[in-house]
């Protein structure tokens, strides 16, 4: 299997949109192929039959159904894990490793989904930030909190606000050297999309983390980062997600704390000094 999404990923910056959008599902769920027909991959996609037709000979098939074949085999003889579904009668440890296989699945095929240049660009321009500031709303409000707080720490200015208006404030005082970090899954949140287009006229550089599918956000964003799901939740609360985006963000946050030559470490290190403030130090301490 990862012989194909190499390959695929090879190809991607070549392939014209409709062929492209083919890549990228397949990418994100390679399973698609097996269980549809060509017109319902084609519907699925956004594309035709043709345009399918030509990505398969691209991928050096003769038609969808050798390139059908080939990622079935792929498919079973793959060491990719099965992720099972959370049923009432499970236990508690049985939930425990469902979770433990949706989140090693996720992470993986968020890796397989990775462009190398994207990352590094991305890096490049959080390096050179003036600020950086975080947009997301709901659980992915949660995950913004956590990496304003760890770029905070190295003394980068930023925000991470939850509410609707305080979002587009944040957004209209941004400019030219300023990051604006978007989080979405859909990228169709109205509420981060508001927030996109202010700070893309102000001139401030977007970076979106989200799922490989057409959206709004996408539209908006100077630097697409993907995240692939296989989730084992019921219902839409996809919690998996937010393990790829915390793996994403932390690789950036990690990447830009060991190149940058403005003295972060040592901020790092004067900041985690001062949180032994908050701990307790003996029997007597009030």
């Known amino acids: ?54 990505f398969c000979r691209k991928m050096g098939y003769s038609g969808f159904s050798e ?7 792929a498919l079973n003889d793959s060491s990719i894990m099965t992720v099972e579904e959370i049923h009432k009668e499970d236990s508690v440890l049985d939930n425990l490793q469902k979770v433990y296989k949706s989140n090693m699945q996720t992470l993986t095929d ?33 995950v913004c909190q956590l990496f304003y707080f760890k770029f905070g720490r190295l003394g980068i200015p930023g925000s991470a606000q939850q509410d ?31 927030a996109a287009k202010v700070a893309d006229e102000r001139g401030a550089t977007i970076i979106c983390i989200t799922k490989m599918s057409k959206s709004p956000l996408l539209r908006l964003s100077d630097i697409s980062l993907f995240i692939a799901t296989s989730d084992v939740t019921v219902g839409k609360d996809i919690v998996a997600r937010r393990v790829a985006e915390q793996m994403v963000i932390d690789a950036l946050y990690l990447s830009v704390l060991v190149r940058s030559d403005k003295g972060y470490e040592k901020r790092l290190n004067s900041a985690s000094k001062s949180f032994e403030l908050n701990k307790i130090r003996g029997k007597g301490f009030k």
């Open 110 to 142: 968020t890796i397989l989904l990775a462009d190398k240049e994207a990352y590094e660009e991305a890096v490049q321009v959080l390096l050179k930030a003036k600020s950086i500031h975080f947009f997301g709303t709901g659980d992915s409000a949660a």
């Open 164 to 194: 609707p208006v305080m979002q587009l404030m944040e957004a209209s005082n941004l400019g030219p050297g300023d990051v604006a970090v978007i989080i979405s899954y859909e990228g169709k949140s109205r509420t981060v999309l508001n």
């Open 67 to 73: 390139m059908k074949q080939a990622f079935a085999n």
């Open 1 to 54: 299997m990862n012989e194909l999404m190499v390959k695929l990923r090879f190809l991607i910056p070549t392939l014209p949109r409709a062929e492209k959008a083919v890549a990228q599902a397949l990418l994100e769920k390679p399973e698609l192929i097996c269980l549809m027909t060509l017109a319902e991959l084609a519907r699925e996609t956004d594309s035709s039959d043709a345009s399918i037709i030509r």
